[in-house]
């Protein structure tokens, strides 16, 4: 019998803030919730974004919170200021052009029709016709909406992050923020394990881009920089996954990155997923960090007309001015996508595992279904691979909970805000719909939200998700106000308010989180409610054993509720451990049954049966 990966743990940050004690997903529905609710979660982004001199409760410091989160105008460079460089040929007409450099910033290779005069240190240099050169300008970026993290938030600064792409301090960050979320220390579950029964899948679709990274290292030849040594280790995709292990967990597990565009979380999550139910891991740490939202990379996408720019959502509006907060309209009249960053990790447990420990059981993942779209015209353009992973996450459901149960889910789009989108998600979910007789299937889209942070985006989701469950609101995709006409919907209800979905989300037994990745990348994931997991548990295990866990869960939920508190008020646990506990070849004893580390209890066992032993 395969065992059910528990969702444990989850933690992270994006637009909307830290993911930990449903922080972001409260900042989505703060219009619904009660002051009581909301007192935490201001408090914890006022300590994020350097507003905590002032009362959470003031509202201007509320107001102050809410213009620094979610989608809005780009912080992390000045869209109105934007550096650039033209090629230029200059000539003097009959005159020369002068000028003086260092010696050393003298090129290898003089021109002929340079004359070259020493000076010193220096030298002055003569050109007779035309001097081939860079200016440089500032422009104005197309677009200026984007989904950066909250404002005045560096989570550089709470770790010595010396030259660390933003990638990897959203990565240092969001695992330790899941990892906080247990409620119990790492050191203590590494006693219930093998030391190799642990997985860690991390990566980043785009890898590392900014100037520490690789954006950085292809510039420098023609922008004067420097390469250091650290750039291309760093710009790798796995690279988060590597930080976790190296930095964080000090872990010798299974280890990589699956990588599906878009789709990426849900790929690793299959990973982490898949390991646990073959019990070749007992604990899986899963999730993406993505810092897209760079000039460069963001450029890429817009002469592919994929972002939504200024001047079209002026045009929508009939306005002279842009809306940012709006920037994002899935199904709806819309543009493009706004790019986000983001860092979303979850922790899963088998279910023995957890029950012993007393994890707090946020969910379980069902499965999680991935199929590409077969040939196609364009490399860039949706097919019919999505069809196949959300019917599978369908099927899956009605297996589960029945022909009636599965009307009891909701479904998590994709929901960039393109045109394309709109139209082909949309068929691919009403058709669903109507195939296992669901009326008025709800969708909702948090891109709306948080913007589209590309391999995190599935993440996004599921954290939000998690958060129904919790406070009972659906978030409403809120910067709509039409369904476009070409919208399929005979069968959904797209939400364009917050929907109650019962005190606790009970009224919702799972959640289809659907991807859909450049390239062909589809992912459907069926993720079940923490009441329907435990409604599982309790036909697998006798009573005691359910009693005994949810004694044993009291304190770790009481641990966890302390460390978020903590969080809140600005003293939260960063876990970056750089030349800790290293291990090398002394520290290994070797036998032909087991190793032995020398920072693990626990042996890790060689295979002494043939698996194979039907072919032998």
Avoid at 129 to 156: C, K, M, Q, W, Y
Avoid at 268 to 281: E, H
Avoid at 565 to 585: L, N, P
């Amino acid at each position: 019998m395969s065992k059910l990966p528990l969702i444990v743990g989850f933690g992270g940050i994006n637009a909307a803030g830290r993911s930990s004690g449903f922080h972001s997903y409260k900042r989505m529905v703060s219009d619904v919730l009660t002051d009581q609710d909301m007192a935490s979660t201001w408090q914890d982004l006022a300590q994020r974004m350097g507003l905590s001199e002032g009362s959470a409760s003031d509202p201007e410091v509320i107001e102050a919170i809410k213009a620094g989160t979610l989608v809005r105008r780009i912080e992390s460079f000045d869209p109105d200021s934007l550096r650039y460089q033209y090629k230029a040929a200059l000539n003097g007409g009959q005159e020369t052009i002068s000028f003086t450099l260092r010696k050393s910033k003298m090129p290898t290779r003089i021109p002929e029709n340079w004359q070259v005069e020493e000076q010193g240190s220096k030298v002055t240099i003569t050109v007779t016709g035309e001097l081939n050169a860079l200016l440089e300008d500032r422009v104005a970026f197309p677009v200026t909406s984007g989904g950066n993290i909250p404002s005045g938030f560096d989570p550089a600064k709470l770790y010595n992050s010396r030259f660390h792409p933003r990638g990897l301090t959203l990565t240092v960050y969001g695992a330790s923020d899941a990892l906080n979320s247990l409620g119990m220390d790492w050191d203590e579950v590494l006693k219930h394990i093998k030391p190799d029964q642990v997985s860690v899948y991390a990566g980043s679709a785009l890898a590392q881009v900014d100037d520490n990274s690789l954006s950085g290292m292809l510039a420098a030849p023609l922008t004067g920089g420097r390469v250091s040594s650290k750039m291309m280790a760093l710009s790798l995709a796995e690279m988060p996954a590597d930080f976790i292990n190296g930095y964080v967990i000090n872990s010798i597990g299974t280890t990589g990155t699956s990588m599906g565009a878009c789709a990426t979380f849900l790929y690793n999550l299959r990973q982490g997923m898949l390991d646990i139910q073959q019990g070749k891991s007992r604990v899986a740490i899963v999730g993406n960090a993505e810092a897209p939202v760079v000039a460069e990379i963001m450029e890429g996408f817009r002469v592919m007309g994929a972002l939504a720019e200024d001047a079209q959502l002026k045009a929508l509006d009939n306005s002279d001015t842009v809306d940012n907060r709006r920037a994002c309209r899935p199904f709806s009249s819309n543009a493009g996508f706004t790019m986000a960053e983001s860092a979303q990790f979850v922790v899963l447990m088998d279910d023995e595992l957890a029950l012993e420990l007393g994890a707090s059981i946020y969910g379980s993942v069902a499965d999680v279904f991935i199929n590409a779209d077969a040939n196609k015209k364009s490399i860039s353009a949706p097919g019919v691979g999505n069809y196949v992973t959300v019917a599978k996450a369908a099927a899956l459901a009605k297996a589960i909970l029945g022909p009636e149960g599965v009307k009891q889910t909701y479904v998590q789009a994709h929901g960039t805000g393109t045109p394309q989108n709109r139209v082909t998600e949309s068929h691919i979910l009403n058709e669903v719909a109507k195939t296992f007789s669901i009326d008025n299937w709800p969708v909702t889209a948090i891109k709306s939200y948080v913007g589209h942070s590309m391999s995190s985006a599935p993440g996004d989701q599921l954290i939000a998700s998690l958060g129904v469950w919790q406070y009972g609101w659906i978030p409403g995709i809120k910067t709509i106000d039409h369904i476009a006409e070409d919208v399929h919907q005979s069968n959904l209800n797209i939400l364009t308010d917050h929907h109650f979905a019962g005190e606790h989300g009970e009224d919702y037994k799972a959640v289809i989180l659907n991807a859909k990745g450049f390239g062909g990348n589809n992912a459907s994931c069926l993720v079940l409610s923490p009441q329907q997991t435990m409604a599982m548990l309790a036909k697998k295990y006798s009573d005691e054993k359910i009693s005994a866990y949810c004694n044993k869960n009291e304190v770790v939920s009481l641990k966890a509720a302390a460390n978020d508190k903590a969080a809140c008020d600005g003293d939260e646990t960063i876990r970056y451990h750089f030349g800790e506990s290293v291990m090398d070849e002394k520290s290994v004893e070797m036998t032909t049954e087991s190793i032995k580390l020398s920072e693990f209890s626990e042996s890790i066992p060689l295979a002494t049966v043939n698996p194979y032993a039907d072919y032998c």
